[in-house]
C-alpha cells in the first residue's frame, strides 16, 4: 500500500529480499531403470547425469522433488557464505 507521497507504508525494510538457503543436489545414482516419474523428478531438479550437481533454494516445493528421489540424490545446504554445512 502507498500513501499519496508513493512511499511504501511498511517502510524501506520491506522491499528487502530475505536471503534464501540454498542446496547443492547432486545425482549419485543413474536414473536408468527407475520409474519415469523418478526421472522426470531429477529432470525437474536441473540433473541430467551421475555426478551433475545444481544449487536450489531450499523452498517446500523442492524438498518435496528431493523426497521422491532420495535414493538417487545427495544433498548439502550451503550456509551464506558459500560453504557447504
Known sequence: ??????SDAAGPDAARPVPEATLAVTQVRSAIGTKPKHRGTLRALGLRGIGKTNVLPDRPEIRGMIARVPHLVEVRRIDDHGGAK
Open 1 to 6: 500500500m502507498t500513501d499519496a507521497a508513493g
